[in-house]
């Protein structure tokens, strides 16, 4: 009988919420022959508080023998800034090579904002996920004094770039638009951006049928309000692809709706999976967070593992509730029962 | 006689036509008594293509000398990306020590974009304009070869940081809101951000009647298209503040509309006044480029200088020209004529 072992990290703040419909509804996709089963990991503001740790040696090791990981959200006002993101969320990032950060957006039916009823938004963004300014290079001298100096290291490498942009390439080749948007500064981070452009330029030649284009990051912001239908695969490096999905997001249906993957696509390591929203603490157990953006989230879960057809299943499924919403307002819980009874029935 | 001596930097694409008419509406606003001098300066592709030079120390020296500058736009795709924006652009506001690169947001009438006919929508972000990724201290090594290496070094001072708060705190506190926000990434460049929080914490004690608060530069995308009202002064590093303006462009009026100041205000080096947009190569010469943004430049570069009255006269002006824009396309130089007889009758 085939099985998925999954980790689950539910995080801080709204996370446990939006992970316990999420694992609601995966369950309910799941064909009668597979089993589910769950490894919950205490991990988060709880434990730092507790113990000091963010995320212990054993643990990232046992993490490690996973099918796949869940996380709802990692965050809290009263853990210094930085130290479950770097410590915890990055460390995962990093420590399992997850350089696929995916981020599809999508024009939901039904959803307010801005850009409601456009129905040509369907892009995706491909994040790197594992160099860029997010390495944690960076320092300080005379901190604190009026002589400090702050730094910040950007690393970016062949290696790292040319993988991400052949997933991206891959991914575009095999959607009905082909196109390639390559997103930098490479005006002004003339080195870092000279690495990404070269490398887009030299991969686009085994992939005649992908078009590709260059935005400067502040453009596309621009042609994120104005024109989101030109998009269709972005490739993108970790902090301009972080700036990106938000904005994504809030053009689109809103955060509430903004799933993720953090994939190795090599498979050596778990690929995670989770909403692009955070812990949201200041409605944390008031049932008001949407999990809709965690259930998408197993959606692409369930198609990383190979379950394409029930992936598709709860994609329809959040299509056709968001399509029936009327504006009520409903709890986490009635989101999640509904959409869990949409998938199974 | 006073006079004003102003240096013209007409630059690439676009740039000439623009500045013709916001000489035009600058002249036009000027009281009779007041003389205006301007040089003109030959810096942009044209330059390099037939030099080699982007900005000669002896035109640097000459620039040193005026009131102001005026620029129109940098950029050309006949030259490689970087040597124009690095070797010009960004050399003079590094020269010229622009720290506060001020960039307001207004939501004029009768604009149209996704956020039309919201009223409330007046912020102002303050840009620190002479370090962060700015600076150009990032290499490479074994360059085009799968071994490559890429840096960029983002590098932040107390010095730099706290003046350019203070510049803002400063400008809050003049404004009917009195709110400062911070946007960082200090989650994630927990070095920098830190020396920016700190900064802002410690500033603050002496605005007591300023309120502060702080966003991730991610969020804060989202919060400028699904709640932009809740803005007033913002204050960000170079690179956050380069998306955040084109963002703000896009929601509100668009980047035909978007106006900037690179301050010193110090005085010890001329500031810089142009619009937000680029080239736009594309429309050069066709007369279709909407000359207000930097008519709007021209009002910041009054005020700048002093003259405070001449600088509202032509913000109302455009304000009053908005309000009858009818969708009928008009060309730069209809609206740079209709924009100069609104200043002077
Ligand atoms: C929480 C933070 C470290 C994280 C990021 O910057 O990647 C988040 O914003 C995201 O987009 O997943
Ligand atoms: C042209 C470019 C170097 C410049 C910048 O990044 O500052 C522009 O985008 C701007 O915002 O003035």
Redesign the pocket.
């Known amino acids: 009988a085939r099985s998925i072992d999954l980790a689950v990290i539910p995080g801080d703040g709204i996370g446990p919420e939006v992970v316990e419909q999420g694992l609601r509804v995966l369950a309910a996709a799941l064909p009668a022959g597979v089993k589910l089963e769950t490894t919950e990991y205490d991990l988060g503001a709880r434990r730092w508080h507790a113990t000091g740790e963010t995320l212990p040696d054993a643990e990232l090791e046992r993490l490690k023998g996973h099918d796949a990981i869940l996380l709802g959200a990692?965050?809290d006002p009263s853990v210094p800034s930085g130290v479950l993101?770097r410590g915890l969320?990055?460390k995962l990032r990093f420590a399992f090579d997850h350089y696929v950060n995916l981020r599809p957006s999508k024009l939901f039916p039904n959803t307010t904002g801005p850009l409601a009823g456009n129905p040509e938004i369907d892009f995706v963004v491909v994040r790197e996920g594992t160099e860029g300014p997010?390495v944690g290079n960076g320092g300080s001298m005379r901190t604190g004094t009026p002589a400090e100096v702050a730094t910040e290291v950007s690393l970016n490498t062949a290696f790292g770039v040319e993988r991400v942009v052949r997933d991206a390439f891959a991914r575009a080749a095999a959607r009905p638009a082909k196109k390639l948007t390559l997103v930098h500064k490479n005006n002004v981070l003339v080195h870092a951006g000279h690495l990404w452009k070269n490398t887009v330029d030299r991969v686009a030649r085994e992939y005649p049928e992908v078009s590709t284009d260059y935005l400067h990051v502040d453009a596309a912001t621009i042609f994120f309000v104005t024109q989101p239908q030109r998009f269709d695969v972005i490739v993108t490096d970790?902090l301009f692809g972080?700036i990106l999905?938000?904005l994504a997001a809030a053009i689109t249906g809103g955060i509430g709706l903004a799933a993720?993957g953090n994939i190795n696509p090599t498979g050596a390591f778990p690929s995670m999976f989770?909403p692009?929203h955070?812990s949201a603490p200041d409605i944390a157990g008031t049932g008001k967070a949407d999990p809709t953006a965690t259930v998408l989230s197993t959606a692409l879960l369930l198609r990383h593992l190979g379950y394409e057809a029930e992936a598709g299943r709860i994609e329809q499924a959040v299509t056709a509730d968001l399509a029936e919403r009327d504006g009520t307002e409903r709890s986490t819980d009635t989101i999640g029962a509904a959409l869990a009874a949409r998938v199974s029935g």
Chains 1, 2 share one sequence.
Request: aromatic share 8%; hydrophobic share 30%; net charge negative.
């Open positions: 990692i965050g993101e969320l990055l997010y970790n972080d999905t938000d993720s989770e692009v955070g």
